[in-house]
Structure formats: structure tokens, C-alpha cells
């Protein structure tokens, strides 16, 4: 759904991919295989405000937990649903139908301080 060349990636893992002033989020392929199995996703509520670097949902696999980093600032317009439902979908397809958010972004500049898809396979090596 969400091709990894127009994704910007935090490095913490997460990754952003924007429309207009929208910002689809979600974990990144390299993120879900490293936490593995994941058995529960909490989201933040639609109208929440998420702030850039600050955790804002959590991830629970047969593991650990983790926490989900917003990768940009604004306020939740959407959450997916469907991943709530089905948490293995960060699994199977996390820049598909595993995406968690969507956020209108307080300032979309903030994209410029994520890395790019190459930089972030540079940084993960």
C-alpha cells in the first residue's frame, strides 16, 4: 500500500508517509520482525494530540511490549481499526493493512528530520 521509497522512517522504527498536510503512520518491516509476534495493539483515540518522538500507543507481542513513537506531531483523525482487531496485521503487512494511524500533522517540517528509505536501511545495518 504504502511503497518504503516514499516513506520517511524515525529512528525509532516507525514510519510516516504523507498527503497534503495527512500523515499515515505505522512500525516499519525491519521493527515488526524484530518484536515478532504481535498479539495486541493499543492506538491512541481519534482527536488525541501525539507529539513527534513522544509514545503514543503500545505494541505487545509474545515477547515483550514496546512503545510506538509518533514520527510527527499533530492530532489523530483515524485510527485502524481493523489492526486493533487483527494485531497480527503489523505483521503481515506493516506498510499495508498493518498501518496504525493516521495523523493531521501540527508541522509538516517535521518530515524533514526523518530519514529516507535508503538512509534508514543504512542506519538499521
Do not use: R
Amino acid at each position: 500500500m504504502f511503497e518504503e521509497s516514499q516513506c520517511k522512517f524515525a529512528a525509532s522504527h516507525e514510519w510516516a508517509f504523507a498527503e497534503g498536510g495527512v500523515a499515515t503512520v505505522g512500525i516499519s518491516d525491519h521493527a515488526q520482525k524484530e518484536i515478532s509476534d504481535i498479539v495486541f495493539v493499543e492506538l491512541p483515540k481519534v482527536g488525541a494530540k501525539v507529539e513527534q518522538g513522544k509514545a503514543c500507543a503500545v505494541i505487545e507481542s509474545v515477547k515483550a511490549a514496546a512503545d510506538f513513537m509518533a514520527p510527527v506531531s499533530g492530532d489523530v483523525i483515524e485510527v485502524n481499526e481493523a489492526l486493533v482487531d487483527n494485531p497480527a496485521l503489523a505483521n503481515e503487512s506493516p506498510q499495508g493493512a498493518g498501518w496504525f494511524f493516521k495523523v493531521q500533522m501540527a508541522n509538516p517540517a517535521e518530515l524533514d528530520g526523518l530519514m529516507n528509505f535508503a538512509d534508514y536501511q543504512k542506519a538499521i545495518q
